[in-house]
Structures are given as C-alpha cells and as structure tokens.
C-alpha cells in the first residue's frame, strides 16, 4: 500500500503540529511499506518489526490505529487481516506466532510435531481474545460483515471448545520446555507450568509478553477473552459462549479480586501474583479494551499500586518513569505501556504530556522501541518495533479526539 498518513487520517495534519505529524507519518509509512507484506495468494501479513512473523496480538495492535480511518483501501485491509488470523489460527490454536508460508522457521521448534506455519507455539490467551476483538471492531466501525465467515464462525467454535478444555487445564497435554537458561521463556515444573485448581477462568500458559505465567490463570486476559464473548454479535452467541462467560466472570469475582485490588495472575489454590506487565492485555489497559470502566473503584486501586513502586516492574528515572517488563532489563521502561498510561487517562494534559516524554526518549532515532533505560534513552531494545510505532499514533489520535472524515 501507497497511503500517505494524510490519506489515512484526513485533516489530522491541521490539528497537531507539523513535527509530531511528520512522526505519524513516519509510523504509517514504515507499517505500509515495511511492517506490511503480501503472502503469494495476495493476502496481507504484518511482520512484528525486527522480526519477521506475524503475532495474532502484535497484528491487531498494529492496526488498531487504523479503525479510525474510512479510506476504503484500509478498511478493506482490516478485512483481509481479520480474515488471514482466522486462517492462522486454525492452523494451530496454541500458537502465537506464524510464519507467511509453511517454511519450517521458528524462533524455536519446541514441539517435535511442530506446524511449519509455526513461528513459535506458546499459549497465549490473548492471541483468541485479539482476534475477536479485530474483527469485532471492524463491523462495529464500518458495520461491515464480510469476515464473519464460515471460518471465523469454525475458529469461534474451536475457541469455546478448548476454552472449557482449559478451565480443566490437564499438565500434560501442553508441555514447553526450553534449555535456554532463561527461566521465564518456558514452563515451570518441569515444562508442565505451576498446579492449578478449578476457577472458572480460562488457563493461560503465557503472558502478551511471550514470558511464561507463574500461576496459570493471567487475570488481564481472562477480563479481556470474556469482553470480547460478551460482545459477540447475537447471531454468534449460544448457551456455550454464555455459559463460558458466566463462568469465568464468576472466576474472576471470586479469585481475582483481593482486598479491592486485581492480581494480574492467580493459580486458584491461594497463591496471587500483584504486578502488571508492560503488554496489552495489561490490568492498566483494561479501560482501553473495554472490560471495565476507568472510575470502577477495584480498577482505580489497581491502577494506584501498578502505577508506584510497589510494582516491581515500575521504574522510574531521569528519562521517565513508568511500567517495565521481565522480557526486558530492569530499569527498562516500555513506550506501549506509557502511551497506555495516557490513553487511559482522562486528561488531555497528560496525554499531551506524555506524547513529549515519547518523542524525547527515542533515542535520537525517530521511532518508537521495545523498551528504553529510564536514565538514558540511547539504552533501548528492539530498533524497529512497529506495535509501539502504531500505540504512539493511536495516542496522537486520541489525544485530539480525532474522528475520522
């Protein structure tokens, strides 16, 4: 694709100044021309960055952005790209991440039966949650239906049925193991992740991060999986899908929530994690998503702690502070989490703000990263990182209250 950000987001260029118009330019060029490629049938497939897959999560926030444009060639590629996760997906419903053909690449093959579609297959609730939530933002802002075919109705299918799999989740029949010496990057307990108990909420053997869970249920996702079946269009609910949400709505009153507070992970046997992690699906970004409202008072609790140094994954420093993750250094904070941060808060000023502590902490270079030191910026990982690119544009939009023309 060609677009230019003035095609994509018409009138945009009046509203913010002509420097931070020139970044989301920048941002929209190198997802089209770079993040975007064509499959030989002609389908899209958007590589994550320096890395070239296609995460099911990574690609839906890619273009998230985008469902503020009417141009019809984007909204046709919102199409094709909901329609191309359905077909990966279903290729294999535990995978993460994919390759553009059965080529045999993988970050690792940690499975002897392992697809060559397969980039790497770690079970990440919020792939499924991902893939609802595009195309249920398609027909919401267009009130197109042209995705919401007989593979996506299979795909849907397949996902209530191994979700009430995986609120029994059996250890053995998902091992993940990696001799990598780095212990977040697989399973504890021997590849078989820590004992559960029955919840009601869905198991989760890895995080939005791609790092393993210490308890099995991730709470962010299960809020973020059960929105997007509530939210199901009529036609596509069934006593399956209702009877799934009530469950794990009833999980998550009863497990998730202490002492006013959400823990991001619990294992229903006692045992809670409080943190929050830098990636989408986080307990910050819950409003964002639509799972809960900014003012619910549990919400506003957990925002408090998450946002402190109370979490240990909060660092602050000469550069900025906020919300880090295991996947990177300590003392690493990551731009998504801070445009998230912003987009969460009802200010203008802080969203504004925070737009100034983005665009000063690049690193010189321009664009967005992984993650960057809180004391010196030039200290940052992943050079080209095109989901931070693109939450960066999304709180420029957000932060004028663009509607598209």
Avoid at 121 to 132: C, H, I, N, P, T
Avoid at 196 to 214: I, Q
């Amino acid at each position: 694709m060609n677009l230019t950000a003035k095609e994509v987001f018409p009138g945009l260029d009046s509203q913010i100044s002509a420097s931070r118009f020139s970044r989301v330019s920048k941002a929209i060029d190198s997802l089209f021309g770079k993040s975007l490629t064509r499959r030989e049938n002609g389908t899209p497939f958007i590589i994550t960055g320096d890395i070239p897959a296609m995460w099911l999560r990574d690609s839906t926030w890619q273009v998230a952005p985008l469902l503020n444009s009417n141009h019809p060639e984007v909204i046709q590629l919102l199409i094709d790209l909901s329609k191309v996760q359905v077909e990966l997906f279903l290729i294999d419903p535990y995978a993460n991440a994919f390759n553009p053909a059965p080529n045999g690449q993988c970050w690792h093959k940690d499975f002897p039966n392992q697809s060559p579609w397969v980039f790497e297959r770690k079970f990440e609730l919020d792939s499924w949650a991902s893939v609802l939530y595009l195309a249920r933002m398609i027909t919401e802002k267009y009130g197109r239906t042209d995705h919401i075919d007989a593979s996506f109705k299979k795909a849907l299918s397949v996902m209530i049925n191994l979700a009430k799999l995986e609120q029994h989740h059996d250890p053995e029949s998902y091992i993940f193991k990696r001799n990598n010496g780095v212990p977040h990057d697989f399973l504890s307990h021997n590849g078989r992740g820590a004992p559960t108990a029955y919840t009601g909420m869905v198991y989760s053997a890895f995080r939005p991060s791609d790092d393993a869970c210490v308890y099995g249920y991730l709470v962010p996702s299960n809020l973020f999986f059960l929105n997007e079946l509530e939210l199901l269009p009529q036609a596509l609910q069934s006593s399956e899908t209702k009877d799934l949400s009530i469950k794990i709505r009833r999980g998550i009153k009863e497990f998730a929530i202490i002492d006013g507070r959400y823990a991001y992970e619990v294992d229903g046997l006692g045992n809670s994690l409080f943190i929050d992690d830098a990636n989408i699906p986080s307990l910050l970004s819950l409003p964002l998503l639509g799972c809960i409202s900014a003012e619910d008072e549990s919400y506003q609790a957990t925002r408090e702690f998450i946002l402190s140094k109370s979490n240990p994954y909060y660092f602050s420093g000469s550069a900025a502070e906020g919300i880090g993750s295991q996947h990177t250094p300590t003392g690493f904070v990551w731009p998504i989490a801070l445009a998230v941060q912003a987009l969460t808060d009802s200010s203008k000023s802080k969203k504004l703000e925070t737009l100034d502590v983005l665009e000063n902490s690049d690193g010189g270079t321009g664009a967005m990263h992984e993650s960057f030191n809180v004391d010196d910026d030039k200290d940052f990982t992943r050079s080209w990182f095109s989901w931070a690119d693109m939450t960066y544009v999304q709180l420029v939009l957000d932060s004028v209250n663009y509607q598209s023309k």
